[in-house]
């Protein structure tokens, strides 16, 4: 956790009624985003405020779809703490989907890092 490095948004929006959440609608006020250069390997961790993505447009997502994604859910408990279900699977099966992609991986704690209390 020490490794993370947090820049807290200036302002957060209005919380939405949990109700009325929709998937690929409902946002937060931060992101995670870890850098990777074949020079320098994987970065620190940022949690930054929420903004656009910037890519150059010859990047190979956009052309040959080699790209992974992996889901983490969080719920609420009845206590009201927020709980992460399963995010060492999560990061096990990211780790496996980046191999058989061939894409770089971490040796790291990156894949299961403190703040997500694996």
Not at 11 to 17: G, I, M, T
Not at 68 to 77: D, S, T
Not at 101 to 112: E, G, H, K, R
Request: charged share 20%; hydrophobic share 40%; aromatic share 10%.
């Amino acid at each position: 956790a020490s490794d993370v490095i947090i820049n807290l948004a200036s302002s957060s929006k209005e919380k939405p009624d949990p109700n009325s959440l929709v998937f690929g609608a409902t946002f937060t006020d931060h992101m995670l985003c870890i850098d990777w250069s074949k020079e320098t390997g994987w970065q620190r961790p940022v949690i930054k405020p929420f903004q656009n993505l910037s890519l150059h447009p010859a990047v190979s997502a956009l052309h040959y779809a080699i790209q992974l994604f992996e889901g983490l859910k969080a719920y609420r408990g009845e206590d009201g703490k927020i709980r992460l279900f399963r995010p060492k699977l999560n990061m096990e099966r990211m780790h496996r989907s980046a191999l058989r992609m061939t894409l770089p991986v971490s040796t790291s704690n990156l894949y299961c890092p403190q703040f997500l209390w694996c």
